[in-house]
């Protein structure tokens, strides 16, 4: 599931940008099918000038009923009568998404026979002292077992103790659900830390529920700016 809104309070309309001949949201949507990992790839969209663009492209799409907030809800209702196991989230501004980073993603749920975790995500190394300050850019710290802690704009860890090694992860935001998980979501009320942050995955840690991070060596381009999407033009050149 691909959740795509029109408008955009950092870059309005980002996703109808043009990426060497095709908007950005085709790409992000033909990437995905690319990877061959999924059975039905489906854009989900508050827009018509974008439902208009994957159906007219030969793609799936599906209009939002109710207005939304943020990506997962919008998928949990798209989903609600659906009969699926696992949902993956690929944000509609990353046309560089790869086979490498989703699948990796899925084999968490592969692995968890015992169908404990819920939630997966993607999350990569970053050095660059901007990056780490950019408050576009979301960071993510985990425990011992990769699970996380906490999701924030501001560079966590903070770093007091100059004489400790820095290790800043970027949260990548691709999530793998399963469908209760997604639906839980959709039914629980956004809380203080999610709506200070505007940051949905914290939605999660404030109910107590655990988010298993996967890393990836991975970093592709989000397209949250217009500077980004020069980066991403000529990246794709």
């Known amino acids: ?6 408008a955009a309070s950092r870059f309005p309309a980002k996703l109808m940008q043009d990426l060497s001949g095709k908007p950005v949201i085709l790409r992000t949507y033909e990437a995905a099918i ?21 159906t007219n492209a030969g793609g799936n799409a599906i209009m939002s009923i109710e207005e939304h907030d943020c990506g997962s809800d919008r998928i949990a209702e798209a989903v609600a009568n659906m009969d699926v196991d696992i949902i993956v989230n690929v944000q509609g501004d990353e046309p560089f998404t790869d086979r490498e980073s989703l699948a990796s993603v899925l ?15 993607l999350m990569v190394k970053i050095n660059d002292w901007d990056e780490i300050k950019n408050p576009n850019t979301v960071k993510v710290i985990v ?3 990769n699970f996380a802690i906490y999701f924030s704009r501001s560079p966590i860890p903070y770093p ?7 290790i800043y992860f970027k949260h990548k935001g691709i999530y793998a659900f399963r469908k209760r998980a997604i639906m839980d979501f959709h039914r629980l009320p956004m809380m203080p830390l999610e709506a200070k942050e505007k940051i949905e995955a ?3 840690l404030e109910y107590g529920r655990k988010i298993k991070m996967v890393e990836t ?21």
Do not use: C
């Open 143 to 145: 425990d011992n077992r």
């Open 107 to 121: 084999q968490v749920f592969e692995d968890d026979t015992d169908a404990e975790i819920d939630l997966a995500s």
């Open 34 to 54: 690319n990877t061959q990992l999924f059975d039905e790839v489906y854009v989900v969209t508050d827009s018509d000038v974008i439902y208009d663009t994957i």
């Open 1 to 6: 599931m691909i959740p795509a809104r029109y």
């Open 202 to 204: 914290i939605r999660y």
């Open 217 to 237: 060596k991975v970093t592709g381009i989000e397209i949250d700016t217009p500077e980004d999407l020069k980066k991403a033009q000529a990246a794709w050149k």
């Open 160 to 166: 007091r103790d100059t004489s400790i090694a820095d």
